[in-house]
């Protein structure tokens, strides 16, 4: 096939368009499959299989000239311990070993990798660590993961370090005036009570 045919065999194939599909310009997609494609520019569908390949290899070189997008590879607690609330329940409902394996290995990485001087942290990333003092969404979210896999095995160590991040969001976002919890970074001179604490609204803590 010579690069004429190759070009058409391609727009087709990616729905290119003088109009475009989007402020002018073509956004890549596939709509046809490859044997239509190939009915129509006279190949059969392998060589139409093997020019779209050859295409899609010339694109790459094209690209990686270009600078490539900012990679966003953050980790953060709160969405951490919403997966591992989902994997605990899971594991158990679905009676899954595999998925208690992982929701335990998830724990053990946020309490590891994104705890720091008895703080949560808010997110990680494999060259800082972990970063920022974490928002109170943070612990709650964390904490009902490691409840929701305490409540799947049993193993005491899961409450205990729930409870642990329980008594942190007391000690660092608590207002005893408010009676609420607030961005607070110390309450060293309120002594908790539970019989009278009442919590009426949440804000997230500031960094």
Sequence with gaps: MSWR????????????????????????????????????????????????????RILLETRTQRASPGLDDKVLAAWNGLMLAAFAEAGQVLARSDYLEVAARNAEFLLLELSRDGRLMRSWTPA???????????????????????????????????????DSVLAHFSDPLAVSLTPATTMSDWSYDPNRFRITRFRPAMR
């Excluded at 800082?128 to 409840?147: I, T």
């Design 128 to 166: 800082a660590g972990g970063r920022h003092n974490a928002y109170l969404e943070d612990y709650a979210c964390v904490a009902d993961g490691l409840l929701a896999l305490y409540r799947s095995t049993f193993d005491m160590r899961w409450l205990v370090e729930a409870r642990t991040l329980a």
């Design 5 to 56: 045919s190759d070009a058409e065999a391609f727009r087709r194939y990616y729905g290119v368009t003088s109009a475009g599909n989007f402020e002018g310009k073509n956004i890549l997609h596939v709509q046809p499959e490859a044997a239509p494609v190939g009915a129509r520019t006279g190949a059969d569908e392998q060589t139409t299989a093997g020019t779209i390949a050859r295409g899609r």
